[in-house]
């Protein structure tokens, strides 16, 4: 059974940083993009940022670009979102998940992703 596992998320002060791993078990990933997604309160599910199945490429939204980092370790199939100056309205929800191809780019769509983690609560106080 394909599980993925979230966690490292936090309360913190606006400026500061935190790391976020997610832990896939069940089957391996390393041919798969992987991505990391939000979604706060009273709004709709958005994508943060994407990588590719080997790690070459990496993708932002707007928002975090400049601020935040995805990577992986495709020997321990865990992706890692480490988040710098964070904001207040970085507050939300951050699920992992992975991709249905390899690619991992924008725009990010729900249905190019085919499994989800249970999400990790950020919360950023200003």
């Known amino acids: 059974q394909v599980q993925l596992v979230a966690s490292g998320g936090g309360l913190v002060q606006a400026g500061g940083s935190l790391r976020l791993s997610c832990a896939a078990s069940g089957r391996t990933f390393s041919s798969y993009a992987m991505g990391w997604f939000r979604q706060a309160p009273g709004k709709e599910r958005e994508w943060v940022a994407g990588?590719?199945?080997?790690?070459?490429?990496?993708y932002y939204s707007r928002p975090v670009k400049g601020r935040f980092t995805i990577s992986r370790d495709n020997a321990e199939n865990t992706v890692y979102l480490q988040m710098n100056s964070l904001k207040s309205e970085d507050t939300a929800v951050y699920y992992c998940?992975?991709?249905?191809?390899?690619?991992?780019?924008?725009?990010?769509?729900?249905?190019?992703?085919?499994?989800w983690g249970q999400g990790t609560q950020v919360t950023v106080s200003s």
């Open positions: 990588i590719s199945w080997n790690g070459g490429s990496t």
């Open positions: 998940a992975v991709g249905r191809s390899g690619t991992g780019g924008p725009p990010g769509l729900d249905t190019e992703y085919a499994y």
